[in-house]
């Protein structure tokens, strides 16, 4: 059974960071590509991020994010991170984890975790 469990959330101050896990189990977590999708209150959901499987490691990021948030994957302890600095109230939002059909972090996300809520405020 594919288990995807995210951690790491909570409140933080403007401008603070946090790093977000995303624990993966009931598939070989190395070959599958994973995304980072969030969605903020009372709008809709965003991809913000994602990283290939099979060895490739090769990681994207939304406009939104880029230079902001950094993605990585430890495959030995099957878990995704995502480590958000300089946080912006307009960041707030439930984080979601998902697991791609390939290893192509695109290519569908056919299992999602319930997700963490991040909110940043004063």
């Known amino acids: 059974e594919v288990q995807l469990v995210e951690s790491g959330g909570g409140l933080v101050q403007p401008g603070g960071s946090l790093s977000l896990s995303c624990a993966a189990s009931?598939?070989?977590?190395?070959?599958?590509?994973m995304s980072w999708v969030r969605q903020a209150p009372g709008k809709g959901l965003e991809w913000i991020s994602g990283?290939?499987?099979?060895?490739?490691?090769?990681?994207r990021y939304s406009d939104s994010v880029k230079g902001q948030f950094t993605t990585s994957r430890d495959n030995a302890r099957n878990t995704l991170y995502l480590q958000m600095n300089s946080l912006k109230p307009e960041d707030t939002a439930v984080y979601y984890c998902?697991?791609?059909?390939?290893?192509?972090?695109?290519?569908?996300?056919?299992?999602w975790g319930k997700g963490t809520l991040v909110t940043v405020s004063s």
């Open positions: 998902a697991k791609a059909g390939s290893r192509y972090y695109s290519d569908g996300m056919e299992y």
């Open positions: 009931g598939f070989t977590f190395s070959t599958y590509g």
């Open positions: 990283v290939s499987g099979s060895g490739t490691g090769y990681t």
